[in-house]
């Protein structure tokens, strides 16, 4: 399986962005996806994950109520859209798949190359 993150950029604080992931390769299986980040000298971290239906989000305390996971099966796409953004957003952006628990955990082997996000102030 490849993925393949876009979107990321400069923004002001304040400002939004949406990230797309396409899944190609092999089905888009009834998969978990997944979304994380890695700022400059820190770990990577946990952002946010939606199940197969979509029925099924969770997302970090740190971007509760300002970002949303959804998915497009059809287009075998995962999106991040991300409002309200922070400096401290900064990071480049990973996605991911695999089931539930190994998504959450970040213990996939299946990553995509990631996408720069960088928001100024």
């Known amino acids: 399986v490849q993925l393949q993150a876009s979107g990321g950029g400069l923004v002001q604080a304040g400002g939004s962005l949406r990230l797309s992931c396409a899944a190609s390769?092999?089905?888009?299986?009834?998969?978990?996806m997944g979304w994380f980040r890695q700022a400059p000298g820190k770990e990577r971290e946990f952002v946010a994950a939606i199940s197969w239906t979509g029925s099924s989000t969770y997302y970090t305390d740190f971007v509760k109520g300002r970002f949303t996971i959804s998915r497009d099966n059809a287009k075998n796409t995962v999106y991040l859209q991300m409002n309200s953004l922070k400096p401290e957003d900064t990071a480049v952006y990973y996605c991911t798949e695999d089931s539930w628990s190994t998504v959450v955990a970040g213990r996939s082997n299946y990553w995509g190359q990631g996408t720069l996000v960088t928001v100024s102030s």
């Open positions: 390769g092999r089905t888009f299986s009834r998969n978990t």
